[in-house]
């Protein structure tokens, strides 16, 4: 066995990308990404965290010049903290079933970030956002994963852990019926009090007015998510290009935020369509071809499940009630709507670190149908490990 670096090579390039489209061959449920989604990460001209950090990618080739696995590793040195153990971080693994091979991709992972002064790395995850490719796969092969969720096999969970990965930190997807979730009517009765309240106002974003609502949406970030592991403060040059980004996805119908009496924004509930349910049509590839089908599909009704991206409640406003009305308000628009296209919604992204928001989006009626696990490797085998403490 032996490495080769992927760098600007466009062959490597291909073997990077393609690799897992032999492996998956009999997966039904799995999508493959988007070729442009996986590239923008290893691109410094679109990824951002390459100003204070460097990336690395190899395919593992056998003595008969095959694939058999592929890796990166990455750090970002603002993300560490003067008083926390320097922690790189592994992804994009995908491997044989050969136990050899797989330490072999994570010796190479190890070995590049010890030159460079890690002490541990955690995986597989991102090189950028935790919103994208993280974790690895524990639960919910049965359904398909929703756009830019990992889908990775089971035999991996054997290579992580018996190579020294330990369970760092798990998250789930919760999934749930939009018009016929069985919401607690505890739940159902604080909605309504905040519905009543004249301090409160809920609205659906506009397109024509997105600059607001970037800048909105990072007061209430920095509010309700800075304060957990792992997250930054976001700017206001961040936010404006996320929903730059988000604009050709955006359906404002999807996008709620509330008001307080005076005006400031202090809840939002990011939802978007699951792109993947026409992603699985392009078999990677975005082109012009692609976009066309993409546009195609999506005018015939192809995007009936939605994403729920991101949820958030300033801490002056939590416990209120507000969390329970902003989750429930378009949900309270599909009903009103006898047209309205969407059936399901997975919640992404919910750590079991925090435990408040497990409880709360369980009495959404919502059900954990997918989780994944973020893995930590402790480099010296004489250093404690302890698990992402809680939060809230």
């Known amino acids: 066995m032996f490495l080769?670096?992927?760098?600007k090579d466009k062959g490597?390039?291909?073997?990077?990308l393609e690799f897992p489209v032999?492996?998956?061959?009999?997966?039904?449920?799995?999508?493959?990404?988007?070729?442009?989604?996986?590239?923008?990460i290893f691109d410094p001209k679109k990824n951002g965290h390459f100003a204070n950090g460097e990336a690395i990618r190899w395919v593992l080739l056998n003595e008969s010049d095959e694939v058999i696995g592929r890796v990166a590793a990455f750090y970002m040195q603002s993300s560490q903290k003067k008083d926390e153990m320097p922690v790189g971080g592994m992804g994009f693994f995908e491997c044989i079933e050969d136990f050899d091979a797989a330490t072999y991709l994570f010796n190479a992972c190890k070995e590049w970030l010890s030159v460079r002064g890690l002490e541990a790395m955690d995986g597989p995850i991102n090189f950028g956002e935790r919103d994208s490719f993280w974790g690895l796969m524990v639960k919910g092969w049965e359904f398909e994963p929703t756009y830019k969720m990992p889908w990775t096999k089971p035999y991996y969970i054997s290579f992580f852990e018996d190579y020294g990965f330990k369970d760092y930190?798990?998250?789930?997807?919760?999934?749930?019926?939009?018009?016929?979730?069985?919401?607690?009517?505890a739940i159902e009765e604080?909605?309504?009090?905040?519905?009543?309240?004249?301090?409160?106002?809920?609205?659906?974003?506009?397109?024509?007015?997105?600059?607001k609502y970037a800048e909105d949406f990072k007061l209430i970030f920095n509010a309700a998510w800075a304060k957990f592991p792992g997250v930054k403060a976001m700017s206001s040059e961040q936010a404006q290009k996320l929903v730059k980004q988000?604009?050709?996805?955006?359906d404002e119908q999807l996008l709620w935020f509330a008001y307080s009496e005076q005006g400031d924004p202090v809840a939002f509930f990011i939802v978007i369509p699951d792109l993947n349910q026409i992603v699985k049509h392009l078999n990677g590839k975005l082109n012009t071809w692609g976009m066309i089908k993409f546009l195609l599909l999506k005018w015939r009704g192809a995007l009936t499940r939605t994403c729920g991206v991101i949820f958030g409640v300033v801490p002056e406003h939590q416990g209120k009630g507000v969390e329970s009305a902003i989750a429930l308000r378009f949900r309270t628009a599909a009903r009103e709507n006898p047209f309205y296209p969407y059936t399901t919604m997975d919640m992404n992204w919910v750590g079991d670190f925090n435990p408040k928001m497990m409880r709360f989006v369980s009495q959404l009626g919502a059900t954990n149908d997918k989780t994944y696990i973020t893995y930590r490797y402790i480099f010296n085998p004489n250093t404690p490990f302890s698990r992402c403490?809680?939060?809230g």
Do not use: C
């Open 22 to 40: 032999a492996l998956y061959a009999t997966d039904a449920n799995w999508i493959r990404p988007l070729n442009n989604d996986i590239e923008a």
């Open 190 to 211: 604080k909605a309504e009090r905040i519905f009543q309240n004249p301090a409160y106002q809920f609205r659906h974003i506009e397109k024509s007015n997105l600059a």
């Open 4 to 7: 080769k670096e992927v760098g």
């Open 169 to 185: 930190f798990q998250q789930y997807v919760y999934v749930s019926s939009i018009r016929g979730a069985n919401v607690t009517q």
């Open 12 to 16: 490597l390039i291909k073997l990077f």
């Open 389 to 391: 403490p809680k939060v």
């Open 246 to 250: 988000m604009k050709p996805i955006i």
